[in-house]
C-alpha cells in the first residue's frame, strides 16, 4: 500500500541550483497536484495534472515547471532555487470526480 | 485573499472534551468541503468531509457542520483523545476532480 510516494525527503540547495523532486502514484489515478506548505499559509496549489500529458499553473507557479511523465508519475522541478523557495512540498493524487486527494509524505526543502 | 480561513492558529483541549475547529469561505461557488488531519513530519490525510447539499456529516467522534448561509463551517471531535493533537485543515473545492483550496490549518492539542 504505497500510495503516493515523495523522493527525496529532505534536501538543502544553493541558492541558484536546481533540482528535481519526484512523485509517483499507486492508485491509478487522473490526477495529481504539487502544493507547498508554510507556516500560517496552509497548502497552496503550485501545478496540477487533470490527466497525462495535461499539466496547470496553480495559486503559485513561479520558479516552477513541472512533467507528467505518465500516469503515475509527476515531477517539480526548480531551475534556479532561491530562498523564498524554502518549504515543505507536497504531492497528492486524487481519482476522477473525487475531491478526496491523497497525498506523499512530503519533502523538506530548504535554500541557503 | 484567502478564500478559506481558519482564523485560530491553535486550540487546547482536555482530553474527554470536545475540541470545536472552525473554517470560513467566502466563494459561494464551493460545492465540497473536506477537513484533513496532519502530523508533523507526515503528509495530510483526508477525515472528513461533507457536500454542499448537507448541514451535517458524522463519522463516529467526528462531526462536520455546515452554514452556507454564513459560509462557516466547523469540526466537531467528541470525546477528545490525546491521539488527536495534530494540524488540522479545512479545505473546499468547485465540483470534485477539481483542485483543493486550503485553509492556513488549526494546531490542536489535547493534553491528557
Known amino acids: 500500500n504505497a500510495g503516493v510516494t515523495q523522493t527525496p525527503k529532505f534536501q538543502v540547495l544553493k541558492t541558484g541550483q536546481s533540482m528535481t523532486l519526484q512523485c509517483a502514484q499507486d492508485?491509478?489515478?487522473?490526477?495529481m497536484y504539487w502544493y507547498r506548505q508554510d507556516p500560517g499559509m496552509g497548502l497552496r496549489l503550485i501545478y496540477y495534472?487533470?490527466?497525462?500529458?495535461?499539466?496547470d499553473k496553480g495559486e503559485v507557479p513561479n520558479g516552477y515547471n513541472v512533467s507528467r511523465l505518465n500516469k503515475r508519475e509527476f515531477s517539480l522541478r526548480l531551475e534556479s532555487a532561491a530562498p523564498s523557495q524554502t518549504s515543505v512540498y507536497f504531492c497528492?493524487?486524487?481519482?476522477?470526480?473525487?475531491?478526496?486527494?491523497?497525498f506523499g509524505q512530503g519533502t523538506r526543502l530548504t535554500v541557503v | 485573499d484567502q478564500q478559506v480561513k481558519q482564523n485560530s492558529p491553535s486550540l487546547s483541549v482536555q482530553e474527554g472534551r470536545i475540541s470545536i475547529l472552525n473554517c470560513d469561505y467566502t466563494?459561494?461557488?464551493?460545492?465540497?468541503f473536506l477537513w484533513y488531519k496532519k502530523y508533523p513530519a507526515e503528509g495530510p490525510t483526508f477525515l472528513i468531509s461533507?457536500?454542499?447539499?448537507?448541514d451535517k456529516n458524522e463519522d463516529g467522534r467526528f462531526t462536520v457542520f455546515l452554514n452556507k448561509s454564513a459560509k462557516h463551517l466547523s469540526l466537531h471531535i467528541v470525546p477528545s483523545q490525546p491521539g488527536d493533537s495534530a494540524v488540522y485543515f479545512c479545505?473546499?473545492?468547485?465540483?470534485?476532480?477539481?483542485?483543493?483550496?486550503f485553509g492556513g490549518g488549526t494546531r490542536l492539542m489535547v493534553k491528557p
Open positions: 466563494n459561494s461557488m464551493f460545492d465540497y
Open positions: 461533507i457536500s454542499s447539499i448537507k
Open positions: 495534472s487533470a490527466s497525462e500529458g495535461t499539466t
Open positions: 492508485m491509478n489515478h487522473n490526477s
Open positions: 479545505a473546499a473545492i468547485v465540483n470534485a476532480g477539481n483542485m483543493l483550496t
Open positions: 497528492a493524487s486524487s481519482g476522477t470526480g473525487r475531491a478526496e486527494a491523497f
